[in-house]
């Protein structure tokens, strides 16, 4: 039976084979099928190798009940944050608090099946009801969880330094923890790679903001281990501490949610305005340049009349992270509306400006875009896109840089497209 075959069958019995893990490419299948196959083999390894005693039981049953109390008492706080963070890759899971303390204090084998129990739960409770969670990320995920419990405790098997004060503790928390960063962010690397294929290393790496608050949660695991070993029933004093972070970071995504495209992850109109317009204002203090690019896509209608709006979406991804990686960090990059998109940017003047837009213009011309063909089969497309760009020195109004980079956009477009133009006019100082 062929594959879209039994994917149709699975969807009229809601089997494994209705997932969309089946239409993905065949790099995604195979990591996906890897990675789950290599926790599930090292998990049962690691269970015919451990001697589990009562008190690694006891332990395990305490960090257990810890976690279904905060599923429990935050349901829709963490529902929201999933909703929220569908458009955060970065998103921050408060579960590694339990989890690292497990890799940290108890065998493998317990380690590993509290990460995938603990995601079990949390599919069970908050994610099967919202749109949009797939079992196979799901298990993906609790396998990525799995192997690095696996890895945490291999690391500081046989270490009883928890047991004891002083910097032999702090030592081996610290191994846990730089442990538990590396191995779980390499293998989320694996999966962007293998869905991308050219990963925004930028936004991946998430901001200081992002870290800090993951690094908090790995703090409060040390810490919850630490008790879990020491004093067991203060163990439970770190739950508050939980709730806080948690709705720091429900707190930190719903910014980001007001402030953030989600198809293309760039900077929504509202959002770029507020901060082009407080660029312009940095410039008229201190009489620099600033350039504004306007980018729109050509024949976008027709992309979307011949292979469908999800080509379309496919297509603004792809320019969004063109932008994203071909501009400077600190240029005001956004979405517009519908297919064009802005970039503000400072200390840039004319000359340098056409420059940075021709060679943006080239890269969105080098990406290809994957689309499903309305005959069948997946392929790839290239797009282009028209610049128009126009300089400024010192203060001058947003919405006159603005202006003069869309008549050079249009002129860009009646010089045949995939172009750029600039306004042939410096725009001038306001009053």
């Given at each position: 039976?062929?594959?879209?075959?039994?994917?149709?069958?699975?969807?009229?019995?809601?089997?494994?084979?209705?997932?969309?893990?089946?239409?993905?490419?065949?790099?995604?299948?195979?990591?996906?099928?890897?990675?789950?196959?290599?926790?599930?083999?090292?998990?049962?390894?690691?269970?015919?190798?451990?001697?589990?005693?009562?008190?690694?039981?006891?332990?395990?049953?305490?960090?257990?009940?810890?976690?279904?109390?905060?599923?429990?008492?935050?349901?829709?706080?963490?529902?929201?944050?999933?909703?929220?963070?569908?458009?955060?890759?970065?998103?921050?899971?408060?579960?590694?608090?339990?989890?690292?303390?497990?890799?940290?204090?108890?065998?493998?084998?317990?380690?590993?099946?509290?990460?995938?129990?603990?995601?079990?739960?949390?599919?069970?409770?908050?994610?099967?009801?919202?749109?949009?969670?797939?079992?196979?990320?799901?298990?993906?995920?609790?396998?990525?969880?799995?192997?690095?419990?696996?890895?945490?405790?291999?690391?500081?098997?046989?270490?009883?330094?928890?047991?004891?004060?002083?910097?032999?503790?702090?030592?081996?928390?610290?191994?846990?923890?730089?442990?538990?960063?590396?191995?779980?962010?390499?293998?989320?690397?694996?999966?962007?790679?293998?869905?991308?294929?050219?990963?925004?290393?930028?936004?991946?790496?998430?901001?200081?903001?992002?870290?800090?608050?993951?690094?908090?949660?790995?703090?409060?695991?040390?810490?919850?281990?630490?008790?879990?070993?020491?004093?067991?029933?203060?163990?439970?004093?770190?739950?508050?501490?939980?709730?806080?972070?948690?709705?720091?970071?429900?707190?930190?995504?719903?910014?980001?949610?007001?402030?953030i495209d989600t198809k293309t992850?760039?900077?929504?109109?509202?959002?770029?305005?507020?901060?082009?317009?407080?660029?312009?204002?940095?410039?008229?203090?201190?009489?620099?340049?600033?350039?504004?690019?306007?980018?729109?896509?050509?024949?976008?209608?027709?992309?979307?009349?011949?292979?469908?709006?999800?080509?379309?979406?496919?297509?603004?991804?792809?320019?969004?992270?063109?932008?994203?990686?071909?501009?400077?960090?600190?240029?005001?990059?956004?979405?517009?509306g519908g297919e064009e998109f802005?970039?503000?940017?400072?200390?840039?003047?004319?000359?340098?400006?056409?420059?940075?837009?021709?060679?943006?213009?080239?890269?969105?011309?080098?990406?290809?875009?994957?689309?499903?063909?309305?005959?069948?089969?997946?392929?790839t497309i290239a797009v282009t896109?028209?610049?128009?760009?126009?300089?400024?020195?010192?203060?001058?109004?947003?919405?006159?840089?603005?202006?003069?980079?869309?008549?050079?956009?249009?002129?860009?477009?009646?010089?045949?497209?995939?172009?750029?133009?600039?306004?042939?006019?410096?725009?001038?100082?306001?009053?």
């Amino acid at each position: 039976m062929a594959t879209h075959d039994m994917v149709k069958l699975g969807q009229r019995f809601n089997t494994p084979w209705s997932w969309d893990l089946w239409r993905s490419s065949p790099r995604v299948v195979a990591l996906v099928l890897s990675v789950d196959s290599a926790a599930a083999l090292l998990s049962v390894a690691a269970l015919l190798g451990n001697t589990i005693t009562a008190s690694d039981l006891l332990r395990f049953g305490l960090l257990a009940a810890m976690s279904v109390v905060y599923v429990e008492v935050s349901r829709q706080v963490e529902r929201s944050r999933r909703l929220v963070g569908m458009v955060n890759p970065t998103h921050i899971d408060v579960s590694s608090v339990w989890l690292l303390a497990a890799a940290a204090v108890l065998p493998t084998s317990l380690a590993a099946l509290g990460a995938v129990l603990t995601q079990l739960f949390l599919y069970l409770r908050i994610w099967r009801g919202v749109d949009g969670v797939q079992p196979h990320r799901v298990g993906y995920t609790a396998a990525t969880l799995a192997l690095t419990c696996i890895a945490v405790s291999t690391v500081v098997h046989g270490n009883d330094h928890l047991s004891g004060t002083g910097l032999q503790a702090a030592e081996t928390l610290a191994i846990a923890i730089l442990t538990y960063r590396i191995a779980n962010r390499l293998l989320i690397l694996m999966a962007v790679v293998a869905s991308s294929g050219r990963p925004r290393l930028a936004r991946f790496a998430g901001t200081w903001g992002d870290n800090a608050l993951e690094f908090s949660t790995l703090v409060l695991g040390a810490a919850t281990a630490v008790l879990v070993v020491q004093v067991p029933p203060l163990a439970l004093l770190v739950l508050p501490a939980v709730f806080l972070l948690q709705h720091r970071a429900l707190l930190k995504q719903l910014v980001e949610a007001a402030t953030i495209d989600t198809k293309t992850e760039l900077l929504n109109a509202a959002a770029w305005r507020q901060l082009a317009q407080r660029e312009l204002e940095r410039a008229g203090r201190q009489k620099t340049a600033t350039a504004v690019l306007v980018i729109d896509m050509d024949h976008f209608k027709r992309l979307n009349d011949t292979y469908g709006h999800l080509a379309g979406d496919e297509a603004l991804k792809a320019v969004g992270e063109a932008l994203a990686d071909e501009l400077r960090g600190y240029d005001a990059v956004g979405r517009f509306g519908g297919e064009e998109f802005v970039a503000l940017l400072p200390a840039v003047d004319g000359p340098t400006a056409m420059g940075v837009a021709e060679r943006v213009r080239e890269r969105i011309e080098s990406v290809p875009v994957r689309v499903e063909r309305r005959t069948g089969g997946v392929g790839t497309i290239a797009v282009t896109a028209s610049v128009g760009v126009a300089a400024a020195h010192g203060g001058v109004e947003l919405d006159d840089l603005l202006r003069a980079a869309d008549g050079a956009l249009y002129a860009a477009k009646a010089a045949g497209r995939n172009a750029v133009r600039r306004a042939p006019h410096q725009v001038t100082t306001a009053a």
